[in-house]
């Protein structure tokens, strides 16, 4: 265990199904990372959180909606999802403090979307 | 923008062989470099990193110099084990300070006995 937890490490979803991704880090962290693993693609930073506000969305629709109801959670709501939004996707916790060699990574949840 | 442009894989290489797997970038300002590793089922971990220009970051036998010039950041490494077999990820941070990262495609590294 790296520290970062993501639940549930696998998900299979209907395209009008909505389902949660939840993301768990007691590192103390306060900065808060949604990547997009798809195969041959360049990974996708998805979402930023710093102290709790949204500082980047990177053009992400808006079947994919974020919530950090504090430092230590972060969600991921999915709603009428595409084939092509299966993916893993990949938290990540960093201290404001450590620059960007202080990236914590979780495991991923493995998402197929039927 | 910033981008980072990894050789395709798969690499399949055998136990002892030598290893190098392309990075380059392309970035506004002057990030600094990174090369994540990803074993099976697990998430990213820091590899190494190197912060300017000439700079060589190394780890467990790996090295990357950051080469300016050519805008580069090659992963070598001199004698695979099986141990090795991972996928690997280039990235570089953003240089306008918000320490985003952004990553490469990564590359599957298979070693054989």
């Known amino acids: 265990e790296t520290g970062v937890t993501q639940t549930p490490r696998h998900l299979v979803m209907g395209m009008t199904n909505k389902k949660s991704l939840k993301c768990e880090q007691h590192?103390?962290?306060?900065?808060m990372y949604w990547y997009k693993q798809s195969a041959k693609k360049p990974l996708e930073l998805m979402f930023v959180y710093n102290f709790k506000e949204q500082t980047e969305n990177n053009s992400v629709p808006s079947r994919f909606s974020p919530e950090c109801p504090n430092s230590s959670h972060l969600f991921l709501h999915l709603h009428t999802l595409q084939p092509e939004d299966s993916a893993l996707y990949l938290c990540?916790?960093?201290?404001?403090?450590?620059?960007?060699?202080?990236?914590?990574f979780g495991s991923g949840t493995r998402l197929t979307v039927v | 923008g910033n981008s980072v442009t990894q050789m395709e894989g798969p690499v399949t290489l055998s136990e002892e062989a030598f290893l190098t797997i392309n990075c380059t970038y392309t970035?506004?300002?002057?990030?600094?470099l990174f090369w994540y590793v990803q074993y099976p089922g697990e998430g990213l971990q820091l590899l190494l990193k190197a912060t300017k220009a000439d700079d060589k970051g190394s780890n467990k036998g790996f090295e990357a110099t950051y080469r300016k010039e050519t805008t580069s950041f090659h992963l070598e490494k001199g004698s695979v084990q099986v141990s090795d077999s991972a996928v690997y990820f280039c990235?570089?941070?953003?240089?306008?300070?918000?320490?985003?990262?952004?990553f490469g495609t990564g590359t599957r590294l298979t070693v054989i006995p």
């Open positions: 990540a916790s960093r201290a404001s403090g450590q620059g960007a060699s202080g990236y914590t």
């Open positions: 970035a506004t300002g002057y990030p600094s």
């Open positions: 990235a570089l941070s953003d240089p306008t300070g918000a320490n985003n990262l952004f």
């Open positions: 590192l103390g962290h306060n900065a």
